[in-house]
Every structure is written in structure tokens, then in C-alpha cells.
Nanobody, 119 residues
């Protein structure tokens, strides 16, 4: 069984910063892609940033230059540093990972963490 546990969300003023963390735990053989998605009210879930293959990263155009994804492979943890936050960044942020376990390779999601950008 694999769990993705997110932390770091909250309320921040426009222009502020937050750092999200997502730790994967369980019977993990290997972590392939790992990253962050978000879903705002009334909108579809969208990619924010992810490690897609090895060190290769992919960012949504709307966050380029403001958000940075990083990871600690030893801890199976991925981080999202969010700077210069805007009200339109308000959403539930979900961690996603493509993980190989003893039962096979599968796609996993965290429970989500709320990020609210408001004055």
C-alpha cells in the first residue's frame, strides 16, 4: 500500500510564498514521475509542475518563473516552492506519483491541500 501525504497549504496574501511537501511511503520499489496538480472550484484538475522522467521537469505556463519543483529521492519526497502567489493560484493542490511496488506499477494521488491566496 502506498500513501502520499501532503503538507504546507494555507492562506497567504497576494505576492506571498508557500512551500508544499509530498512524501510517499509504503512498499515502494521505484518512483517514476512525481508532481503536483491543482483544481480550482468549477475547473478541471490541471498540471502545475512535475518531474516527468528522471530530472526532466514540466511546468504549467501560468506558474513558470514563480513556482519551483524539487525532490529528495532518498525520502521519496517532492516539494513545490510557490512564490509571487496570485489569487488565481487558489485551488486544492494534489500530489501525484507513478510508483512501482511489489504488486506492480500504478498511479497514486494524495488527499489534497488547500492553497488560498487572498488579501
Amino acid at each position: 500500500q502506498v500513501q502520499l501525504v501532503e503538507s504546507g497549504g494555507g492562506l497567504v496574501q497576494p505576492g506571498g510564498s508557500l512551500r508544499l511537501s509530498c512524501a510517499a511511503s509504503g512498499n515502494i520499489f521505484s518512483v517514476y514521475a512525481m508532481g503536483w496538480y491543482r483544481q480550482a472550484p468549477g475547473k478541471q484538475r490541471e498540471l502545475v509542475a512535475a518531474f516527468t522522467r528522471g530530472p526532466t521537469t514540466n511546468y504549467a505556463d501560468s506558474v513558470k518563473g514563480r513556482f519551483t519543483i524539487s525532490r529528495d529521492n532518498a525520502k521519496s519526497t517532492v516539494y513545490l516552492q510557490m512564490n509571487s502567489l496570485k489569487p488565481e493560484d487558489t485551488a486544492v493542490y494534489y500530489c501525484n506519483a507513478d510508483i512501482l511496488t511489489s504488486t506492480g506499477r500504478d498511479d497514486y494521488w494524495g488527499q489534497g491541500t488547500q492553497v488560498t491566496v487572498s488579501s
